[in-house]
């Protein structure tokens, strides 16, 4: 059953008339059109016993249907009202809203507000949790893609060590990782490339700049690529310099916590089975407290997508999801490391889509 069909099904199922799809992303994975549309209205809707229509800018029409999307496509003009074009193409199908199905981690407020005044007699209903059902399990063409896509994070990372010497800034260095990439034919990061070095390395969410490399730092990779509409997303520590007993103790506990959460994968296990195991490996190494946010994150379309892989999801592992694992340890007063890899759940065990070496690389510095 494809995409479309099941969400028809779904409203079937469920009595109700249609559903808005609103994520640029969902949209993606439901029509293959990939769209940032800004502040202009983009979605896709579906009907039970209809064909689905989709609204776009007027402009992007010619590329949603070069996309493949063979349905009825509203364009809408700046100077239009999108909703009032949206509610006559709804009407000339005949199907009457009473209940709507929308994504409400996604729909603002005004946009609701809208959805209201053009069927003030609808209820509306989730859709979040059938679409993040649907993503969750990835078939073997999305599987290719991802493992492309980590080949890439794994080649950047590579770049980024390459590129590692005295006095370089983490600006020079991650401006060499994605023109690197960009002669490979990548024209978008999953998210803003992270390279922190030194002290800054103790900030999970720390924003590149002028910081320069000294002997005795640890440079923070954290960075992914998008392809074919797929992201990736890597995180490696390397040393500059031989680092001091500190320094490798915090590298061996992180490098511990993350291999033996990925060891744990496997269908029928918690996601906070695979939490819990790693933070236990850094607590009892006397780091608990500096291991301040989650193991990790569906991946695919979103860098960030269903599930959370957190200390309280009892969601049960399935073959086909594709998540990261990532443990970090920040100690402003030694370093910070973090040690990340995109997984896929197997029919009895895990694949590691990511593979640049987990060892500790030790940067030579030449004096």
């Not at 086909?320 to 910070?336: A, L, R, S």
Request: with cysteine; glycine share 8%.
């Amino acid at each position: 059953m494809n995409k479309l069909n099941r969400i028809s099904s779904f409203l079937t199922d469920n009595n109700v008339d249609a559903a808005f799809i609103t994520n640029p992303d969902n949209v993606f994975y439901v029509s293959g059109f990939r769209s940032n549309p800004h502040e202009r209205i983009l979605g896709v809707v579906l009907f039970k016993d209809a064909d689905p229509l989709m609204i776009c800018p007027k402009m992007e029409v010619p590329d949603a249907k070069a996309a493949g999307w063979a349905f009825d496509i509203v364009g809408h003009q700046d100077t239009d009202n999108p909703w009032e074009l949206l509610k006559e193409a709804i009407n000339k199908k005949g199907i009457p809203i009473s209940q709507l199905a929308i994504e409400k981690s996604h729909l603002t407020v005004e946009r609701l507000d809208a959805l209201q005044e053009l069927f003030p007699q609808a209820s509306f209903t989730r859709l979040d949790d059938l679409l993040n059902m649907m993503r969750v399990i990835k078939d073997e063409n999305e599987l290719s893609i991802l493992r492309q896509a980590a080949e890439y994070a794994d080649y950047a990372i590579q770049v980024g060590v390459s590129e590692i010497a005295e006095g370089k800034t983490e600006l020079e260095i991650l401006t060499a990782i994605e023109l690197a990439l960009k002669k490979k034919g990548i024209s978008h990061m999953s998210f803003d490339t992270m390279v922190l070095i030194g002290p800054k390395t103790a900030s999970p969410h720390g924003k590149p700049g002028d910081r320069k490399i000294q002997k005795g730092d640890f440079i923070l990779f954290d960075l992914g690529v998008v392809y074919k509409g797929y992201c990736s997303d890597i995180t490696r520590t390397v040393s500059f310099g031989e680092p001091t007993d500190e320094q490798k103790d915090v590298y061996e506990t992180v490098r511990r916590a993350e291999q033996d959460a990925v060891d744990a994968v496997k269908p029928g296990v918690r996601a906070m089975d695979l939490d819990k195991i790693a933070r236990d490996v850094i607590t009892q190494a006397g780091y608990g407290e500096f291991f301040t946010h989650r193991l990790g994150h569906g991946l695919g379309i979103s860098v960030h997508e269903y599930p959370s892989v957190t200390g309280n999801n009892e969601l049960l592992l399935t073959e086909g999801m594709v998540f990261t694992i990532e443990p970090g340890i920040y100690d402003p007063k030694i370093t910070g490391v973090r040690i990340e890899d995109d997984v896929v759940v197997t029919k009895d065990g895990v694949e590691i889509l990511t593979k640049f070496t987990k060892e500790l690389v030790i940067i030579p510095t030449n004096n």
